[in-house]
């Protein structure tokens, strides 16, 4: 027992040691918090929005009827509209759109809800949209027919034959945003795991400070241990942060549990921080380190999902990425953090990640050098 203590005491020693540089050193703290949390905030503003479409227009009335101000006051008063103020003209806002600031223009125009010959109002709403947004004005004039029919009912009620029943699923989906930021996790842990060691270890051994650690009784497992024991604690503080930072400003709905997050997250850090000690291990300065290291995290951030969707890409390039090491990081994430699956169920993940680590750690023993 005494004897495990002994190997085990330079091991916590070293970490505390480490951890402790990390909170006086500003651009680590930058690296470790504050880049993945911009990341962050960056695709968060991009797909963090899941309310309804919009369309913004011009909405000029001609008409004085009591029917034309009821249609005016139901486009300004949706959602789905939002009415430019400032346009009074035809010319203005042919040139807003040809900005591409203006989705369309809305005229109703003189006449319109007055009643004819028949007795009963007519008109016709004219929507005026720029040829390089046809497919939007095609989607606009249908809420606008919406808008008409509903109109048409009230005027001439009339009993439709056939209908459609819409009733929403009991529970709630994943938002974009929501399955974006496994993605984004997967990033954080990727550049902390391999950015990190292959940037400092090569400048350690060009200040020659692993040459001095050699001469000490530390071992290169215990040396590895205390690194990842270190770099565990900083992937926690990384992750926390963006956890923290996505339920407050985006609503990220987590389903899992806590636990099986956490120790799902530290096997994921773990793993990837052994590509980049072996990386860092092997390189004897920077300009050996950096090429190699964007070699080997580049095609992984783009092929395993961290930007967008695998399934967008080819079959046999998404069979290719399933044996990428962050694969299964991201793919597990997800269905922890965001369809609430366990650690049983995502085993699949779980064992290539172990297998993935095996291999990283071997590769890292063979090819570490002190100098």
Do not use: H
């Amino acid at each position: 027992m005494k004897g495990l203590i002994r190997q085990l005491r330079p091991i916590i020693t070293y970490a505390r040691i480490d951890v402790k540089k990390l909170f006086r050193d500003k651009v680590a703290i930058f690296f470790t918090i504050v880049f993945p949390l911009i990341f962050l905030f960056v695709f968060g503003g991009l797909f963090g929005n899941d309310s309804n479409v919009s369309f913004k227009v011009a909405l000029q009335n001609n008409s004085s009827s009591d029917i034309a101000k009821q249609v005016e006051q139901s486009v300004r008063n949706s959602a789905l509209f939002e009415v430019d103020a400032s346009i009074s003209s035809k010319e203005q806002a042919t040139e807003k759109m040809s900005q591409g600031v203006l989705d369309a223009s809305i005229t109703i125009p003189e006449g319109f809800g007055d009643v004819d010959s028949s007795g009963l109002p007519g008109g016709t709403l004219e929507v005026f949209f720029d040829q390089s947004n046809a497919t939007g004005a095609q989607t606009l004039a249908s809420v606008l027919d919406g808008v008409i029919q509903e109109l048409n009912a009230s005027v001439v009620p009339v009993k439709q034959p056939f209908g459609v029943s819409v009733e929403a699923s009991s529970e709630k989906g994943l938002t974009q945003f929501d399955y974006t930021f496994s993605g984004l996790l997967g990033f954080a842990i990727l550049s902390l795991g391999i950015f990190g060691p292959t940037s400092a270890y090569p400048r350690l051994k060009q200040r020659g400070v692993l040459r001095r650690y050699r001469t000490t009784p530390i071992k290169v497992w215990q040396y590895f241990l205390a690194n990842v024991v270190s770099n565990s604690v900083y992937g926690l503080i990384s992750v926390g942060a963006m956890f923290a930072a996505a339920m407050v400003f985006f609503d990220l709905n987590v389903k899992g549990n806590i636990l099986a997050i956490i120790a799902f997250i530290l096997l994921s850090t773990i793993v990837l921080f052994g590509i980049g000690l072996a990386v860092g291990g092997w390189a004897k300065n920077e300009n050996q380190a950096a090429p190699l290291a964007n070699l080997l995290a580049f095609p992984m951030m783009f092929l395993s999902g961290s930007f967008f969707p695998r399934f967008l890409m080819p079959d046999w390039l998404q069979k290719i990425s399933d044996f990428l090491p962050l694969t299964p990081v991201i793919d597990g994430a997800r269905l922890l953090v965001t369809e609430g699956k366990t650690l049983v169920d995502i085993a699949p993940q779980i064992g290539l990640l172990a297998v993935w680590g095996v291999i990283v750690y071997l590769i890292a023993f063979r090819v570490f050098r002190w100098e």
